[in-house]
């Protein structure tokens, strides 16, 4: 499994933004799809997570009501729309994949690479 990240920018405070990780290779059906993000000088954190078939989504309480993670099965893409954002977003984002409907990143196997996310204030 091979994942790509994707959109992130510059954005001023309480705009919006959709980051994008598009999958390849094979993905088990029971997939989770994670997004985890880290700030300069901070522990990566999980932000939220996604069945890969059944489009159960869990949230991480700062972004709850703000971001929603979603997917696209016949693109292989999952997506995190990011709205109300807060300059404490900004981060590098990393989206995931794995077995477990996990929080950790001990739970995800597979990881793509950061897009780099800004938020003006």
């Known amino acids: 499994v091979q994942l790509q990240a994707s959109g992130g920018g510059l954005v001023q405070a309480g705009g919006s933004l959709r980051v994008s990780c598009a999958a390849s290779?094979?993905?088990?059906?029971?997939?989770?799809m994670g997004w985890f993000r880290q700030a300069p000088g901070k522990e990566r954190e999980f932000v939220a997570r996604?069945?890969?078939?059944?489009?159960?989504?869990y949230y991480a309480d700062s972004v709850k009501g703000r971001f929603t993670i979603s997917r696209d099965n016949a693109k292989n893409t999952v997506y995190l729309q990011m709205n109300s954002l807060k300059p404490e977003d900004t981060a590098d984002y990393y989206c995931?994949?794995?077995?477990?409907?996990?929080?950790?990143?001990?739970?995800?196997?597979?990881w793509g690479q950061g897009t780099q996310v800004t938020v003006s204030s």
């Open positions: 995931a994949a794995g077995w477990t409907a996990g929080s950790r990143t001990g739970d995800y196997r597979y």
């Open positions: 290779g094979h993905i088990p059906i029971s997939y989770v």
């Open positions: 996604i069945s890969w078939t059944g489009g159960t989504t």
